[in-house]
């Protein structure tokens, strides 16, 4: 059959129920001309759903096809399926990757290309729809309330960030009234940045923990570098200070755990409860709308079907 005539399919993996690495990586090379995305949470591979991707599925595999593998999708897109419900990195994500996969011409790109132009568009009307006025729905807006609770003059407090990944970038502009001090081990990401920042040079960590007034770390827990960092910071006293850790929970912090006006990743989630009765409501809206786009979608000869479409993937740059 040919893959246009096929069902959408995706390859599940949550991080949360690990699979061995050398597992997936063996098992992945079936899908090389696939959508791929990694997320801090998941990774998913997006095809032409075939009998094929079913035979000796590895563990912890997940396998979903057509309307259910559109839903999952569109879910996944409207940060539905994150940790932070709601959150608006994911969508990013996603477009970027969508557009380094759309660069290569893979066989799969003519199917997919209809799937993920018809994918933005509902993501942005039910995000729209549903997901309006959440708060701090974002890594950058959650981060910035906790900042906001100790700073007096954000003009005059310097923010340290160290990385310069996606987590990072996609904080940034959430910062923006700060004067930011942007570190990373090499030039690598940096230029990716369009918030305005001060590169601090690699010699310069130590004068950013010493002298910022916040600082936010993107990286993972490094013990041969945590223990400078965390006698760096405390040289310091200043009851103000404040500084999150995204690379670790607090389970894991270690040494950092010990630190004043110190928050993990999972502390950073928590902020959500006083939004919760909220977001619950919206999110349960939310979902169900996205079932019932996967249903539309799946109707054959409906107008809403992806294979009508009279655009082809060369076309997608004109959706971003």
Known sequence: MHPVNLPLGIIHFSKHRTAPCVERLNWSTRLNDAFFLETCQRLLWVFPASPVFSENLPLHAEL?????????LLRTACGLESKISGETEIFGQLKIAWQEYSKKKHSFQIFLSSWFQRLFEDTKEIRARCLQNLGSNSYGGLIRKLIRTRSINPSLEPVLVV?????AQSILPWLAEHEIWLWNR???????VKTPFRRLQRQEESYGFKNAAHAVICI??????DSRR?????ERASAG????HLGTERSHGGAWNGLKNFYALDEVYALQTNQESLRANQMMLAKKACEEKAFLRSLPGARSS?????HGWEDLPAFF
């Open 64 to 72: 979903l096809t057509g309307p259910h593998a559109y839903a999952f």
């Open 163 to 167: 990385g310069a990944g996606q987590v």
């Open 186 to 192: 090499g030039p690598r990401g940096l230029t990716d």
């Open 220 to 225: 993972p827990i490094d013990p041969e570098g």
């Open 230 to 234: 965390i006698r760096l910071w405390t």
């Open 241 to 244: 200070r404040t500084l999150i």
């Open 306 to 310: 992806p294979f009508e479409l009279a």
